[in-house]
């Protein structure tokens, strides 16, 4: 998958995706302030289900795979090793902060944190304390069934395609 933001190759599996998006007035101007509120949410969270996370060392590697290499702003376990990591881009006065919350550790990928928190608590309680932080409200909402419609034609006509899966 390639991502508007960069980034080493994630196993998509028995993972958390997220992505919080908004204006940028819910953000400091620092990238790296910005990157400590969102994770500070995500350390709350996971402290809530009693797992420990803190700011990760950079370990120098430059991996193929994004959870072998630690950069500053990512979070990592008691053990050091890389269970969150997340990008955020800004444009036009808005801001998308996506990332990967890995929740049990791939086959092969030793060099993985884990956090074995059922992704769907997690989310509730990474949702309540961005809430909080952010001074908003949450709620559920359904999506547009035009916006599914849209979404479906972009997958068919342009992700699914051979042209966009073999291009470099």
Partial sequence: MRRCTGGGAIWHERELTF???????????????????????I????????RTLCPGSPNGHDSRWCFESVV????????????V?????????RF????????????????CGALDIPAGPLAGAMAEEL??????????ESLPASVLESADHIENSRYLTVAW????
């Fill in 19 to 41: 992505a919080f998006v908004g204006g940028l007035d819910l953000l400091p101007t620092s990238i790296e302030e910005s990157y400590s509120r969102v994770h500070d949410c």
């Fill in 96 to 111: 998308l902060h996506h990332g990967s919350i890995v929740l049990a550790r791939p086959p092969g990928q030793e060099f």
């Fill in 131 to 140: 809430a909080h932080v952010m001074e908003m409200q949450t709620r559920v």
């Fill in 85 to 93: 990591g997340s990008a955020q881009r800004r444009r036009g006065g």
């Fill in 72 to 83: 500053g702003l990512d979070l990592v376990d008691e053990e050091g090793r890389k269970t």
């Fill in 43 to 50: 350390r709350r969270a996971a402290a809530r289900f009693g």
């Fill in 165 to 168: 899966n073999h291009r470099r």
